[in-house]
């Protein structure tokens, strides 16, 4: 199995623009999480869904934050405008039946 | 809700001791508990696990001792190595959610 797929590894946007970040989850997980990594404010969790539900949604710092899964093997977190603040590691994560969570290696998003 | 703390933000120890991690959550209703380890430019990589009809549970060269009264969490490495060095996570599964703590950087001095 090759894990949790993240994409891309680094993006370097300007302010204003909008980003998409992309997740492949482990075959056969049922729930999938994106959390976001910065120094001030360690692993946050962002979203997670069940069965490509959206479940918590309460993590999203704001309406510039959207993600979606359409099906089980693909999920984006768009933000749209970016702005430098959101500059951090976002992480997406699979785990089947809510135990043992398997992280991807992260995207570094910054904005300038 | 839940909130996780880690007693110490830094830990060095000499290669070949043990490692001990300590880790505090608030929330007696929380269930399942991991240890995450981290290095730099990678994503958080499962140590070990426990849950809560547990006390101990051992892997290779780990164990996670779990003391839930008074919600206290700990990650002990035995005979750490240089490889050891990086960033350990308790995470704490409450609602549905996994809640992260700080984290502690363990540097090993050769």
């Known amino acids: 199995d090759a894990g949790v797929i993240q994409s891309p590894r680094h993006e370097v946007t300007e302010m204003g623009q909008e980003v998409t970040l992309r997740c492949k989850p482990i075959?056969?997980?049922?729930?999938l999480f994106w959390y976001r990594q910065t120094m001030m404010r360690g692993l946050e969790l962002l979203i997670y869904?069940?069965?490509?539900?959206?479940?918590?949604d309460s993590g999203m710092p704001e309406d510039r934050f959207s993600a979606k899964m359409p099906n089980a093997s693909f999920s984006t977190l768009k933000i749209q405008p970016s702005e430098p603040r959101d500059s951090a590691v976002y992480f997406c994560?699979?785990?089947?039946?809510?135990?043992?969570?398997?992280f991807g290696s992260g995207t570094r998003l910054t904005v300038v | 809700g839940e909130s996780v703390g880690l007693h110490l933000p830094t830990l060095s120890v000499q290669e070949g001791d043990n490692s001990i991690i300590n880790c505090a959550y608030s929330?007696?209703?929380?269930?399942?508990f991991i240890w995450y380890k981290q290095e730099s430019g990678k994503g958080p990589q499962f140590i070990i696990d426990?849950?809560?009809?547990?006390d101990k549970r051992q892997g290779q060269r780990v164990t996670v001792l779990l003391n839930k009264t008074v919600k206290h969490l700990s990650l002990q490495i035995a005979a750490t190595q240089p490889g050891d060095s990086a960033v350990y996570f308790c995470?704490?599964?409450?609602?549905?959610?996994?809640?992260f703590g700080q984290g502690t950087e363990l540097s090993v001095k050769p």
């Open positions: 994560a699979s785990t089947w039946a809510n135990y043992g969570y398997t």
């Open positions: 075959s056969g997980h049922d729930y």
């Open positions: 869904f069940n069965n490509n539900v959206p479940i918590d």
């Open positions: 929330n007696s209703a929380s269930d399942y």
């Open positions: 426990i849950r809560s009809n547990m």
């Open positions: 995470a704490v599964l409450h609602g549905g959610k996994l809640i």
